[in-house]
């Protein structure tokens, strides 16, 4: 049997039964290397006031655009559903399934944030005293917005709504930790 590249075709190698003719696909480190650098290439980020068309790993597609002065820059628990703003908390669920329902159409927009960049000037390496006042850092906000089923927009909001509820847990925890290292019992 030959082992056979199955992007290039090119032969790898044979393995027994050494009389098969048949093919066994494999990937040579070449083309091996080639989809893992394709796979690894972010999207470009769009400018302010530009759009880029995406597809997303489960094959749904959007675009992306800057969170700028004209949009709504959202945090990390918001979607802008129907071009309405949602905060997304377990106990917020049945009024956002009732929000969808009096949508009239089964699919609906559904933005949320994509990424952010931020950009941090250098620190200053003067004492506490001397203070000197800095810029603010700049950010981008890069949001994304798709059209998908109201199922989906609902599966959207439980994932926003339990990562909210993982990032208060941890940040619990932590305080937790910092209390019992400080205290003397």
């Known amino acids: 049997m030959k082992i056979i590249c199955s992007s290039c075709r090119k032969v790898l190698g044979i393995q027994r039964p050494y009389n098969d003719d048949s093919e066994v696909p494999a990937k040579c480190p070449d083309c091996f290397q080639k989809e893992k650098d394709e796979a690894s290439k972010q999207p470009t980020l769009p400018v302010p006031g530009e759009r880029k068309d995406i597809t997303l790993e489960s094959g749904l597609k959007g675009f992306l655009t800057v ?5 709504v820059k959202l945090s990390f628990w918001d979607l802008i559903v129907s071009g309405k703003k949602i905060f997304c908390a377990k106990d917020r669920r049945e ?14 927009d559904v933005t949320f ?29 890069y949001n994304c917005t798709m059209t998908v089923s109201k199922n989906y927009a609902l599966m959207m909001f439980d994932k926003v709504a339990e990562r909210q509820e993982q990032f ?10 910092a209390s019992e290292a400080e205290s003397p019992w």
């Open 113 to 141: 944030l994509y990424s952010s960049s931020i950009k941090i000037p250098p620190t200053s390496r003067r004492g506490k005293k001397q203070l000197i006042k800095k810029d603010k850092p700049q950010s981008n906000n």
């Open 67 to 71: 969170a700028d002065v004209d949009t």
């Open 95 to 108: 009024s956002f399934q009732e929000y969808l329902e009096m949508r009239d159409s089964d699919h609906v």
């Open 168 to 177: 208060v847990n941890v940040v619990s925890e932590g305080i937790v930790k």
